[in-house]
């Protein structure tokens, strides 16, 4: 394994050691204070054990090693070495504060909160650790840190511990501080944790892999020594200078790898992982370059999180060859800044406090940072930074089981409804966010619950794609319309061609029996039929064109006035039915009928359909069509001859009357402040009627004029949000 930071159990450490390694980083470090707070530490702890037998005061020294090897700042080092004073030797918080200083007290008591939080197992409520957890952090993001290196010491020294205790400590490090190390872009730390699980989780595996991989290490040393070899000449012919390393990656993402594919180790095939480290982002692609014209790359294993960073910040170029000896390697190009905010995550700022080289744009997030990590005085704000950096990163969503969901900032519940599944996207009609309804376009925060509200009836329409921010639902959405778009192409196209033959008592019956059908798709109007269709329907091809070239009409006389009379008529036709199609949209009109242009349309009274509705026409006779929701109970959907496909006219804007009733406690005023609110959304109130219930209930019903659905949602959610509000509906 090669990560670069060892966080082996050190059975000794002299505070001469510690002084040494902080100097070698952090030279203008208050070390008077740093030896307060090791003597403090070991007096507070003197007489206790661990359950190594070892003393106790090893364990707060192991803690603060490591977050000195993440190069922390001096706060959470002193944290690191006092972080179980207060609960486990009677020192208080103010004690704390009195001997060091704010932040550190405040560190401290952060982690013995932690300590008592009762994590329930992952089947109960992930989402509810998690969001304890974030709480945790929003306070302050090094209380977490520091516990990571708490948790990644006692991970080391488990073995001391009941294995009852191991499995329970172990199950709960990869349910929350795994993701967690993960989400803070601690690689180094997060791979030492998940390795360490596995060992206490499913030892048989554990040991069987390191067996497994220690049996052949030989071979395999040779093996990336020779590998190392051949891709160092290969970049030094175009003059690349890279520093190379290679390794086994590490048993837990080989163990995932095992179970994924349900294969064993033997079949695993890239076990080894190449590192590339070059001076700049220029050589990053340069070097890609190389590998791939050297080494077959894996078609669909390139991953570019360079140009698109992770969202904790991970950067870096993935990709996975065909190596020297027919075998698969995986290989990560990336500059020495990247590798370390790799290895360290958010920790990695302090490495760059003397300043980041000009020109590495992609690093913004560390060197913001770093502006707030020039004094100890303005830590606090400094994490605040941090804190809403993680935010621009992403969101934490979770579903109502209470499984975490990561999304983009800025991701909305169509995103969230897309990343559950394409289908659950491909039908959502809105979404409930912590038990209360949002529009589609609200914007998700970490911590919300989503529950997505679906209907069979829905399907992706054009404006979705200016609700979803990922680009997974965005291409998905895309996906749909172009398929909606090439079937209605299709449909209108068979149409146009049937009914332009029908002119010249012709049809595509009798011209693919004379062998005319043929000629048309021989002569290069498209590939097959069906694309001839496509293609008459989206107005690529003219009819009128089509048709001059088929002998079975102009019967060899193409100056025949009948046949040219004909033609004019096809093509006005045709004309008619492609591009007025699409866009007979009228703009007086609020709905668009299939193929219709002045038809009377209104919307029934008994379901009311407003936009964003599911929708479809019913032909009343005498009176036009009438427009009803498609879920309405008064449509015969089997009364296939009367039912017409009818869609929302986008271009047309209107105010549309809809009853809101409104239950809530009797309090005085609650009219006035639920209008207030509708109007502080834009609507307009057509009337009010109100009723007094029994206890002490009052019950109200608002003529609102919405323009659509979503406005009607919003409406709706804002009036939920009042506290005296009981509920909300549509009536
Ligand atoms: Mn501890």
């Known amino acids: 394994m090669y990560n670069r930071l060892d966080f082996s159990h050190e059975r000794e450490l002299s505070y001469e050691e510690i002084e040494r390694r902080v100097r070698g980083y952090f030279p203008e470090a208050d070390f008077a204070m740093l030896r307060r707070a090791f003597d403090f530490a070991q007096k507070a702890h003197s007489g206790q054990k661990r359950s190594s037998g070892e003393d106790y005061f090893i364990h707060p020294c192991n803690v603060a090693a490591t977050l000195i090897k993440l190069r922390l700042d001096m706060d959470s080092i002193i944290a690191g070495f006092l972080h179980d004073v207060v609960e486990d030797c009677d020192v208080t918080p103010e004690e704390l504060e009195k001997e060091f200083n704010t932040n550190v007290a405040q560190i401290v008591v952060g982690l013995t909160k932690i300590s008592k939080i009762k994590f329930k197992t992952k089947e109960e409520s992930q989402a509810e650790n998690f969001r304890k957890m974030v709480v945790a952090m929003a306070k302050d993001l090094r209380v977490i840190i520091v516990k990571l290196a708490d948790r990644m010491h006692n991970m080391r020294t488990l073995q001391y511990v009941s294995e009852e205790k191991q499995r329970k400590i172990a199950q709960e490090t990869l349910d929350i501080y795994v993701p967690l ?52 000449d290969r970049l030094l012919e175009y003059a690349v200078k890279a520093e190379i390393k290679g390794r086994p990656k590490h048993f837990y993402s080989i163990y995932k790898k095992m179970t994924a594919r349900g294969v064993d180790f033997d079949q695993v095939q890239d076990v080894l992982a190449f590192r590339l480290i070059v001076p700049n982002i220029t050589e990053c692609y340069k070097a890609l370059g190389i590998v791939h014209s050297s080494f077959k790359p894996i078609p669909g294993r390139f991953k570019d999180y360079i140009a698109i960073p992770k969202v904790n910040g991970y950067q870096s ?11 698969r390697i995986e290989i990560q190009i990336r500059t020495n800044e990247m590798d370390d905010v790799a290895e360290t995550g958010v920790a990695a700022h302090w490495k760059y406090k003397e300043g980041l080289a000009a020109g590495k744009a992609k690093l913004d997030w560390v060197q913001e940072l770093l502006e707030f990590n020039k004094s100890t005085e303005n830590s606090y704000e400094f994490m605040n930074v941090v804190k809403n950096d993680l935010d621009i990163g992403g969101v934490f969503v979770f579903t109502p089981k209470g499984d975490v969901r990561e999304l983009r900032y800025g991701a909305t519940p169509l995103d969230f409804a897309y990343a559950i599944h394409t289908d659950v996207g491909h039908h959502c009609v809105g979404a409930k966010v912590n038990g209360r309804i949002v529009q589609l376009k609200y914007t998700l925060k970490s911590g919300d619950t989503v529950e997505i509200l679906s209907s069979k009836n829905q399907n992706p329409t054009k404006d979705w794609l200016n609700i979803a ?21 299709r449909e209108t196209g068979l149409d146009i061609l049937e009914k332009a033959l029908r002119v010249f008592g012709s049809s595509i019956k009798s011209i693919k029996k004379n062998g005319d059908f043929e000629e048309l798709i021989n002569t290069g109007s498209a590939p097959n039929e069906e ?22 009409l102009h019967k060899g006389n193409k100056e025949a006035p009948e046949y040219n009379e004909s033609l004019t008529k096809a093509d006005e036709y045709s004309k008619k039915l492609t591009g007025e199609v699409r866009r007979r949209a009228n703009k007086d009109n609020a709905v668009i009928v299939d193929g219709m242009d002045d038809v009377m349309v209104r919307m029934a009274r008994c379901c009311n359909p407003i936009p964003g509705d599911p929708i479809v026409g019913y032909i009343t006779r005498g009176r036009g069509i009438t427009v009803h929701t498609s879920e309405c109970t008064r449509v015969d959907a089997g009364d296939i001859g009367r039912v017409i496909r009818v869609e929302w006219n986008p271009d047309f804007s209107f105010k549309h009357p809809v009853n809101i009733r409104v239950v809530t406690h009797d309090k005085p005023g609650i009219l006035s ?49 009042l506290e005296e509000v009981i509920s909300v509906s549509r009536a």
Request: glycine residues 6%; contains cysteine; proline residues 3%.
């Open 317 to 327: 170029l993935h990709t996975t060859v065909i190596g020297p000896k027919a075998e």
């Open 673 to 721: 402040s639920i209008s207030k609110v509708i109007n502080a959304n834009g609507v307009n109130i057509r009337s009010a009627l109100a009723k007094s219930m029994p206890d002490r209930k009052g019950s109200f019903v608002f003529e609102v004029e919405v323009k659509d659905y979503s406005e009607l949602v919003k409406t709706i959610s804002t009036i939920e949000s």
């Open 181 to 232: 190390a993960s989400r803070l872009g601690i690689n180094s730390v997060k791979s030492e944790l998940e390795d360490l699980c596995l060992r206490f989780l499913h030892p048989e595996i554990y040991y069987r892999l390191a067996e497994k991989v220690a049996m052949k290490k030989g071979d395999r040393d040779t093996y990336i020594r020779d590998t190392i070899g051949v891709i160092q």
């Open 469 to 489: 921010k990922s680009s997974r639902a965005r291409s998905k959405i895309k996906a749909y319309l172009m398929k909606i778009e090439r079937e209605q192409d």
């Open 531 to 552: 694309d001839l269709y496509v293609n008459i329907g989206s107005g690529k091809l003219q009819v009128k064109e089509l048709l001059a070239r088929l002998p079975s």
